[in-house]
């Protein structure tokens, strides 16, 4: 009992988040593996889809959460009661907005992505202004640093996603694309929890301050125009061979982006740990520079094992993970994760460099997230030269980070 005790005090809430952020990309994962397997490549293509159109729209969301856990931690609180109401309303009205225009949009994007069915992407669309809102949630749990609430939030959004998908594809005889968007939809409601109305001001009479509006709204322009580019660089591939390829080598790319994106769903964890953590050392007054190397020694670390892993044993990972079906994708594994393990590497100086003010790395980003879009759009005569094509633009954003922070900290 004793020994219980102890080992309980031992473990912090930061434990706890890392454990449940572990548990949930790994339900996650269980989710996309049911579904490849259970649709085959070809219909596969579809879902993969729809969860690629959600991390693209996740740049907003995670600007609204990075944002709400930044000034969570700078501002009083007047000024944070203030604050929050501007944050929840901006969500409620941008996620109408985007889920009004899915929906208006739904049979051009059946078009262009070449799905089986528009009403897919009327489905997903009704829920994006619940994913906006429960955003602005986790930013005031992660900057209050309530890590356990926090973990309940994307334990709830994930598990619920995973047992209404899987009830509704065996009691409906709907499409599968239609049904997973249903899926998606209602795993947001469930990501509301834990709900505290009265933590949740839509109405206040605080206005923030002339400095402090300006501070947000150049973080928030500049947090969101980076993690637009580096949602694009971690899914326009995706977008990109689902409307250049066929279906059934669109499903089989989808399924190597998948293996190969494990790396970065381990960098995230370290992301929402990172940037509460240097706002408050950089507050303090104290040197931010250790924890940025505490947090690339945690991510080198992932990142090698897992590249080792997927050139290695290629065939057995995929066969395990996906079936036979998908096994021709096996010579291309470890140089997706390879492109995969630079970007999350890089990705983590962004970040680093962004709860600090600084632009230019996100500048940076942008420009060379840009150009693999364009990189992948002029070369793309088979798979292999989408994955080789991202390793060199990854490659130079790695370079160009590792530059940027040599420099600023030979800066006076």
Same mark, same amino acid.
Not at 23 to 39: P, S, T
Not at 389 to 405: D, N
């Given at each position: @009992?004793?020994?219980?005790?102890?080992?309980?005090?031992?473990?912090?809430?930061?434990?706890?988040? @890392?454990?449940?952020?572990?548990?949930?990309?790994?339900?996650?994962?269980?989710?996309?593996?049911?579904?490849?397997?259970?649709?085959?490549?070809?219909?596969?293509?579809?879902?993969?889809?729809?969860?690629?159109?959600?991390?693209?729209?996740?740049?907003?969301g995670m600007t609204f959460q990075l944002a709400t856990a930044k000034f969570a931690v700078l501002f009083s609180e007047d000024q944070w009661e203030g604050f929050q109401c501007r944050m929840y309303k901006a969500a409620l009205v941008l996620g109408l907005?985007?889920?009004?225009?899915?929906?208006?949009?739904?049979?051009?994007?059946?078009?262009?992505?070449?799905?089986?069915?528009?009403?897919?992407?009327?489905?997903?669309?009704?829920?994006?202004?619940?994913?906006?809102?429960?955003?602005?949630?986790?930013?005031?749990?992660?900057?209050?640093?309530?890590?356990?609430?926090?973990?309940?939030?994307?334990?709830?959004?994930?598990?619920?996603?995973?047992?209404?998908? @899987?009830?509704?594809?065996?009691?409906?005889?709907?499409?599968?694309?239609?049904?997973?968007?249903?899926?998606?939809?209602?795993?947001?409601?469930?990501?509301?929890?834990?709900?505290?109305?009265?933590?949740?001001?839509?109405?206040?009479?605080?206005?923030?301050?002339?400095?402090?509006?300006?501070?947000?709204?150049?973080?928030?322009?500049?947090?969101?125009?980076?993690?637009?580019?580096?949602?694009?660089?971690?899914?326009?591939?995706?977008?990109?061979?689902?409307?250049?390829?066929?279906?059934?080598?669109?499903?089989?790319?989808?399924?190597?982006?998948?293996?190969?994106?494990?790396?970065?769903?381990?960098?995230?964890?370290?992301?929402?740990?990172?940037?509460?953590?240097?706002?408050?050392?950089?507050?303090?007054?104290?040197?931010?520079?250790?924890?940025?190397?505490?947090?690339?020694?945690?991510?080198?670390?992932?990142?090698?094992?897992?590249?080792?892993?997927?050139?290695?044993?290629?065939?057995?990972?995929?066969?395990?993970?996906?079936?036979?079906?998908?096994?021709?994708?096996?010579?291309?594994?470890?140089?997706?994760?390879?492109?995969?393990?630079?970007?999350?590497?890089?990705?983590?100086?962004?970040?680093?460099?962004?709860?600090?003010?600084?632009?230019?790395?996100?500048?940076?980003?942008?420009?060379?997230?840009?150009?693999?879009?364009?990189?992948?759009?002029?070369?793309?005569?088979?798979?292999?030269?989408?994955?080789?094509?991202?390793?060199?633009?990854?490659?130079?954003?790695?370079?160009?980070?590792?530059?940027?922070?040599?420099?600023?900290?030979?800066?006076?």
């Amino acid at each position: @009992m004793t020994a219980l005790k102890t080992l309980t005090r031992r473990v912090s809430p930061e434990h706890v988040f @890392m454990g449940s952020v572990l548990l949930v990309n790994g339900g996650n994962y269980l989710y996309n593996l049911i579904l490849g397997r259970l649709l085959g490549p070809a219909a596969f293509a579809d879902a993969a889809l729809l969860v690629t159109l959600l991390l693209v729209l996740s740049f907003v969301g995670m600007t609204f959460q990075l944002a709400t856990a930044k000034f969570a931690v700078l501002f009083s609180e007047d000024q944070w009661e203030g604050f929050q109401c501007r944050m929840y309303k901006a969500a409620l009205v941008l996620g109408l907005i985007a889920g009004s225009l899915l929906i208006f949009f739904a049979t051009e994007l059946q078009q262009i992505f070449n799905t089986q069915s528009n009403w897919m992407f009327t489905a997903f669309g009704v829920g994006i202004p619940l994913y906006f809102f429960m955003s602005v949630n986790r930013g005031r749990f992660q900057g209050q640093q309530q890590y356990g609430k926090l973990s309940l939030t994307y334990q709830m959004e994930m598990w619920s996603r995973l047992a209404i998908t @899987m009830l509704l594809l065996w009691i409906l005889p709907f499409e599968p694309g239609i049904l997973i968007a249903l899926g998606i939809a209602f795993s947001f409601v469930f990501g509301l929890v834990p709900v505290e109305r009265k933590a949740i001001p839509l109405r206040s009479r605080i206005r923030l301050s002339a400095d402090n509006k300006k501070r947000v709204r150049n973080f928030i322009v500049l947090t969101a125009a980076y993690e637009l580019t580096q949602i694009l660089i971690n899914n326009s591939d995706v977008l990109l061979v689902k409307h250049y390829f066929e279906p059934l080598e669109a499903g089989l790319y989808a399924s190597l982006a998948l293996i190969g994106r494990v790396v970065y769903f381990a960098a995230w964890m370290f992301v929402m740990l990172l940037l509460p953590k240097v706002v408050a050392r950089e507050k303090a007054g104290e040197p931010t520079a250790p924890v940025l190397f505490k947090y690339v020694s945690y991510i080198g670390l992932i990142t090698v094992l897992i590249v080792s892993g997927c050139y290695l044993f290629p065939e057995l990972v995929i066969e395990l993970l996906f079936g036979k079906a998908y096994l021709s994708m096996a010579p291309l594994l470890w140089q997706y994760a390879l492109a995969t393990s630079l970007f999350a590497i890089a990705n983590i100086f962004a970040y680093y460099f962004l709860s600090l003010d600084q632009y230019v790395p996100v500048i940076l980003s942008g420009l060379i997230g840009l150009s693999q879009i364009l990189l992948v759009i002029f070369f793309h005569s088979s798979l292999q030269m989408v994955v080789q094509v991202q390793i060199v633009a990854m490659l130079a954003l790695l370079v160009t980070q590792l530059i940027y922070f040599t420099q600023d900290q030979i800066r006076p």
